[in-house]
């Protein structure tokens, strides 16, 4: 647990680098990085992506924003005051993963459609991008304290001993970044092999949703910070939007899947 650390220390070169933008610089780096050699790999234009990056940025900024104060709507009540400042300006990640997902991807689809490009390669591109990301984007939020799990007595457990620590527990609890971290590399590693293999273009986008999906659905029970929603209907809202999106791709998996039956 290091939200910070101090290099060539007491020195006149003392430099102290925070892992938050540390981590966030490599994912943003990582995530570009991929989908550049995917969309070499897939016959994309990169041009795509690299032209709309401040309009997805700053449209997945405000969403993701906007979501995570609704569902801690008890804590960010004072967002009213002066909202143009309070929620444009942050200390700390103060977003809604699932509504950041769900934005990026309908801005993607959107945008394939008006310029009239086959979404399925643009679209699977960037689910691989967005998991190659997330393995570092994950243990960020476990060295910054942002994704903390709840007591348990398994064998997988990390203590959180630091003064400055956000955690409420002193004891063993669930290293829950620590495993979407995990899950997210070994998902990336499946799907980029099964991508070689399997041609069917959607096949990554469809079954990644589902997947992820069900693993936030389930596992977020064991995340320790309560929202607005998890008070009224146990779920939160990155549960709810897991639903969602897992009744969305079963749907048109089952479509597509009914359609390529009739077809061969």
């Known amino acids: 647990m290091f939200p910070q650390f101090t ?5 006149a070169f003392q430099i102290t680098i925070y ?10 780096i990582l995530f570009f990085w991929m989908l550049y050699k995917l969309s070499l790999k897939y016959w994309i234009n990169t041009n795509f992506f690299l032209n709309n990056i401040l309009f997805y940025f700053i449209s997945i900024f405000i969403f993701a924003r906007l ?4 569902s801690e709507w008890r804590d960010f009540k004072f967002i009213l005051n002066e909202w143009y400042k309070n929620f444009l300006v942050m200390n700390d ?21 008006k310029f009239k490009l086959k979404s399925e390669k643009y679209i699977d591109a960037a689910v691989l991008a967005f998991l190659f990301a997330a393995i570092v984007w994950y243990i960020w939020t476990f060295l910054w304290w942002q994704i903390i799990g709840k007591p348990t007595s398994l064998w997988i457990w990390v203590t959180y001993t630091n003064a400055f620590s ?10 829950l970044a620590i495993f979407y971290s995990i899950f997210s590399f070994l998902l990336f590693t499946w799907l980029y092999i099964t991508r070689i293999f399997v041609k069917i273009e959607w096949f990554v986008w469809y079954i990644w949703t589902i997947i992820f999906s069900c693993i936030l659905l389930i596992f977020e029970f064991l995340n ?3 929202d607005i929603f998890s008070s009224y209907v146990i779920l939160n809202i990155t549960q709810l939007g897991a639903i969602g999106l897992i009744i969305f791709a079963s749907l048109w998996f089952s479509k597509i899947y009914k359609k390529e039956e009739s077809e061969s």
């Open 7 to 11: 290099i060539f220390e007491n020195t």
């Open 19 to 28: 892992s938050f933008w540390l981590a966030l610089s490599i994912s943003f």
């Open 67 to 70: 979501f995570y104060v609704i």
């Open 93 to 113: 990640y103060n977003f809604s993963l699932i509504w950041w997902i769900f934005w990026f991807m309908l801005v993607l689809y959107f945008k394939i459609k």
């Open 166 to 175: 956000k955690s409420p527990y002193s004891w063993a609890v669930f290293p």
């Open 224 to 226: 320790w910070s309560p």
